[in-house]
T-cell receptor, first 115, second 115 residues
């Protein structure tokens, strides 16, 4: 069965420092991976996705993610964190064998960026 | 381009009462999803529609939950009767199709509190 894991409940970084939010995945077949961000009392906003091709995927708001097949990881990164990046981040994988298109989400990681 | 619309944004009910949520997807999106997000967890799919047909409802508690998308556009999700454990955020999402690469776009969600 497809699954993703986000090993950190919370990540704390200082504004201006680089940030990394970790995600590992387990899939049968090719992985289709997504990152979403959720601000308080808001729905999920799409950041980026990996389908195929370049292992470094660039997305919205200066975020990028690195796909690593050997480590089965898809970590979210940003070179310089902003206080406004503080939010809940979800990694997700497409349920390919089910062929329904549903996303399977991780538990989420809270990012706290301090001034 | 207008996003996914949901209403109401908040709802508080007593257990055993009924409640209904409404969703209007992005114009032209054939696929509509309802996810349940319990506090501290990632969203989980309840039901998926392709146009007005059900693609996946395997995780929908059918003894109390129902959903419809009669004209292939907007959708309603109903809970009757509600239980305490139904307290959650109900997220609606839409995508162009069910392709593996299709991005799902989420609405702001409805926060349900069952007392």
């Amino acid at each position: 069965a497809q699954s993703v894991a986000q090993p950190e409940d919370q990540v704390n970084v200082a504004e201006g420092n680089p940030l990394t939010v970790k995600c590992t995945y387990s899939v049968s077949g090719n992985p289709y991976l997504f990152w979403y961000v959720q601000y308080p009392n808001r729905g999920l906003q799409f950041l980026l996705k990996y389908i195929t091709g370049d292992n470094l995927v660039k997305g919205s708001y200066g975020f990028e993610a690195e796909f690593n097949k050997s480590q089965t990881s898809f970590h979210l990164k940003k070179p310089s964190a902003l206080v406004s990046d503080s939010a809940l981040y979800f990694c997700a994988v497409r349920d390919i064998p089910g062929n329904t298109g549903k996303l399977i989400f991780g538990q989420g990681t809270t990012l706290q960026v301090k001034p | 381009e207008a996003g996914v619309a949901q209403s109401p944004r908040y709802k508080i009910i007593e257990k055993r009462q009924s409640v209904a949520f409404w969703c209007n997807p992005i114009s032209g999106h054939a696929t509509l999803y309802w996810y349940q997000q319990i506090l501290g967890q990632g969203p989980k799919l309840l039901i998926q529609f392709q146009n007005n047909g059900v693609v996946d409802d395997s995780q929908l508690p059918k003894d109390r939950f129902s959903a419809e998308r009669l004209k292939g556009v907007d959708s309603t999700l109903k809970i009757q009767p509600a239980k305490l454990e139904d307290s959650a955020v109900y997220l609606c999402a839409s995508s162009l199709g069910v392709g593996s690469t299709d991005t799902q776009y989420f609405g702001p969600g409805t926060r349900l509190t069952v007392l």
